[in-house]
């Protein structure tokens, strides 16, 4: 039982054509771009912390924000989406976001990298075309509408837009997926009431970042309104909720769940309160509570029951994943708390240095898990 109950609260593959197994070895074989730009992310977060890094240089450092969002989390969403939808062509999708984020960090002219991730955006938002059709299911639209956010980032960058204005376009890439994804799975309990709230909340994300957009002085509040609005609706009927007093797996995934919304929580206050957030510590604090905070937050949480339904290779939860989710908290608010909202510069560094360990070290126990349960199973 605990069981069933864990791979709802982290966020099993919802789609039964997930298990196809014809195009499975391109699977590795396209999560390896999306590692890579990973690595080079988290290289390039200590470059911009003014830490060490193994590997140096002003591209790297100021195609951070690109290389973590397009290049690996989107890659990694495609290629999720691609294996539900079960055909070849759409891991041009995953294939096209890896290779953009592989062009990214190479000596190859800037826009080719672009160009790459606008296509792979693109191809991405194609492949929610066959899902819609086959689910008619509102969630899929939420996430279809994150996907074409997602290529309106893309050109917005391709036409030499500054990054920290893209961001709200990513925020709401990354929101809409995952309050897709986590609809999806809370549909039992949440039943066919959800559809309205969702079109609404997913119209008024949109329609936040276009705002922003043009018009930043009241477009910032706005979009700060809308994920307010999201993230409160979310947390109100997941059943992270209630699954946060079980034990094992469940309540795992449902700290961690729990802890994003959290974070997505203080992203969308800090725009509410403060209007647009362009540089500084506020803009530090808008950053990495999405994209650290919630998002990694849900991918750690997804982790062991995703990794499994897409790669075939067993996943087996240990308390030990508790310590990266700890850590990525804790080091968070170090780093924004103290580092940002007090001018501690050391705490900032600090933070920043364990905001990538605890990364790290969740990739290192994931590995050590899949390599002991496939050994267990021979």
Same mark, same amino acid.
């Given at each position: 039982?605990?069981?069933?109950?864990?791979?709802?609260?982290?966020?099993?593959? +919802?789609?039964?054509?997930?298990?196809?197994?014809?195009?499975?070895?391109?699977?590795?074989?396209? &999560?390896?771009?999306?590692?890579?730009?990973?690595?080079?992310?988290?290289?390039?977060?200590?470059? &911009?912390?003014?830490?060490?890094?193994?590997?140096?240089?002003?591209?790297?450092?100021?195609?951070?924000?690109?290389?973590?969002?397009?290049?690996?989390?989107?890659?990694?969403?495609?290629?999720?989406?691609?294996?539900?939808?079960?055909? !070849?062509?759409?891991?041009?999708?995953?294939?096209? *976001?890896?290779? =953009?984020?592989?062009?990214?960090?190479?000596?190859?002219?800037?826009?080719?990298?672009?160009?790459?991730? &606008?296509?792979?955006?693109?191809?991405?938002?194609?492949?929610?075309?066959?899902?819609?059709?086959?689910?008619?299911?509102?969630?899929?639209?939420?996430?279809?509408?994150?996907?074409?956010?997602?290529?309106?980032?893309?050109?917005?960058?391709? =036409?030499?837009?500054?990054?920290?204005?893209?961001? !709200?376009?990513?925020?709401?890439?990354?929101?809409?997926?995952?309050?897709?994804?986590?609809?999806?799975?809370?549909?039992?309990?949440?039943? +066919?009431?959800?559809?309205? +709230?969702?079109?609404?909340?997913?119209?008024?994300?949109?329609?936040?970042?276009?705002?922003?957009?043009?018009?930043?002085?009241?477009?910032?509040?706005? *979009?700060?309104?809308?994920?307010?609005?999201?993230?409160?609706?979310?947390?109100?009927?997941?059943?992270?909720?209630?699954?946060?007093?079980?034990?094992?797996?469940?309540?795992?995934?449902?700290?961690?769940?729990?802890? =994003?919304?959290?974070? &997505?929580?203080?992203?969308?206050?800090?725009?509410?309160?403060?209007?647009?957030?362009?540089?500084?510590?506020?803009?530090?604090?808008?950053?990495?509570?999405?994209?650290?905070?919630?998002?990694?937050?849900?991918?750690?949480?997804?982790? !062991?029951?995703?990794?499994?339904?897409?790669?075939?290779?067993?996943?087996?939860?240990?308390?030990?994943?508790? @310590?990266? @989710?700890?850590?990525?908290?804790?080091?968070?608010?170090?780093?924004?708390?103290?580092?940002?909202?007090?001018?501690?510069?050391?705490?900032?560094? @600090?933070?920043?240095?364990?905001?990538?360990?605890?990364?790290?070290?969740?990739?290192?126990?994931?590995?050590?898990?899949?390599?002991?349960?496939?050994?267990?199973?021979?």
């Amino acid at each position: 039982m605990e069981k069933g109950v864990g791979a709802v609260a982290a966020g099993a593959a +919802p789609h039964g054509n997930a298990a196809r197994g014809g195009h499975r070895p391109l699977v590795p074989v396209l &999560l390896l771009p999306a590692a890579i730009a990973m690595l080079a992310g988290l290289d390039a977060a200590l470059v &911009l912390l003014g830490l060490p890094a193994p590997v140096t240089g002003e591209r790297l450092a100021a195609a951070h924000g690109m290389l973590l969002v397009l290049g690996f989390v989107g890659a990694l969403i495609a290629l999720e989406r691609a294996v539900a939808w079960g055909r !070849p062509a759409g891991f041009a999708a995953p294939a096209l *976001l890896g290779l =953009g984020g592989l062009l990214l960090i190479s000596p190859a002219p800037l826009p080719a990298a672009q160009g790459a991730l &606008l296509c792979g955006a693109a191809a991405l938002v194609g492949i929610y075309v066959p899902l819609w059709r086959r689910q008619r299911d509102v969630a899929v639209l939420a996430q279809a509408l994150g996907a074409v956010l997602a290529v309106g980032a893309a050109i917005l960058w391709w =036409g030499g837009v500054p990054v920290a204005v893209v961001v !709200p376009w990513l925020v709401g890439f990354l929101v809409l997926t995952i309050a897709g994804e986590r609809v999806e799975l809370a549909r039992v309990a949440m039943g +066919p009431d959800a559809d309205g +709230p969702l079109v609404g909340l997913a119209g008024g994300v949109v329609a936040g970042v276009v705002s922003a957009l043009l018009w930043p002085a009241v477009g910032f509040a706005l *979009l700060g309104a809308a994920l307010l609005t999201v993230v409160g609706w979310l947390a109100a009927h997941d059943v992270a909720r209630r699954t946060v007093r079980a034990t094992g797996q469940a309540r795992f995934a449902a700290c961690a769940i729990l802890a =994003g919304y959290l974070w &997505l929580a203080v992203a969308a206050a800090t725009w509410l309160l403060g209007g647009p957030a362009l540089d500084g510590p506020r803009y530090d604090v808008v950053v990495h509570s999405v994209f650290l905070g919630f998002t990694l937050s849900m991918i750690m949480a997804h982790a !062991p029951v995703i990794l499994p339904a897409v790669l075939r290779v067993p996943v087996r939860y240990h308390p030990a994943l508790f @310590v990266p @989710v700890a850590l990525l908290q804790l080091s968070l608010v170090g780093r924004l708390a103290l580092g940002d909202g007090l001018g501690v510069r050391a705490a900032w560094q @600090v933070g920043g240095a364990l905001n990538v360990a605890a990364v790290l070290l969740f990739l290192v126990l994931a590995a050590a898990s899949a390599i002991g349960a496939a050994r267990s199973a021979r």
